[in-house]
């Protein structure tokens, strides 16, 4: 069996990974690391596709997607469009953990939040609004997936979805199978990129479900980005992959998709396998 591993997007997914791994350091579960990984980026306001600071809405106001999953049970809990909470990846965790529900959504989704301690905060930043204003886009979403030394699995992902959106838009990020997925008896898959796109490919049931037949991580995310590069042509989806031996991968349809892997105490930057150059 394979060490710690965790494997996660983008370059800040860096902070995701070396959070994870702390905290299975200090005693924590495959679930545990995956909370506290995706805390550090939520919590970064230099980072402008989650939590603080990241992107919003078209009226300015940032709504933010996150989920988590257990691979040992199947068990996940999710909320989309919640606003002006730090950390939607605690409270996905919460309503797995504390409710019979899979996804709360945008007003109950914030209700739910303040009721279980969760304190309400303004999270756009002078920067975000200066983007807002100037209605750039941006797009990234930290997608995380964490196996422990005992073979336990976890997945998560947290964003604040396509930039300027329509107030109410979901993306992939909080859609089980679509932009995450982790079973303990074969391995987990996390997305980024066009959410619209993502979700209409089971993007991350379909990684999981490649490396069920016998593909690699890397493989089974090249499979998708294949399946859906076939239809939908230079499209920006991308996935990153690991499975319960320890292996890892990512890809994208196009080039320049660079995302991390950590364990043993050590984390290191990578590109991901891609299609086409861009
Ligand atoms: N992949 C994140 C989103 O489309 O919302």
Redesign the pocket.
Known sequence: MSGPVAVATWRFGKGAVEGALKALRDGGTALDAVEAGIRVVEADPEVDSVGLGGAPNSEGVVEL?AAMMEGRTLRVGAVAALRDVLHPISVARKVMEETQHVLLVGEGALKFALEHGFRRQDLTTEESRRKWREWKDA?D?IGLVVLDGEGNMAAGCS?S??AYKLPGRV???PIVGA?LYVDDDVGGAA??????D?MRYCSCFLAVEHMRRGLSPQEACLEVVRRIYEREGKVSVYLVALDREGRYGAAGIKKGFPYAVGSEGRSLLLEGAYLVEG
Not at 191 to 196: D, I, V
Request: no cysteine.
């Open positions: 997607d797009h979403t964003t979805g396509s993306g992939d990020s932009g997305a980024t990129g066009r959410g619209e993502i």
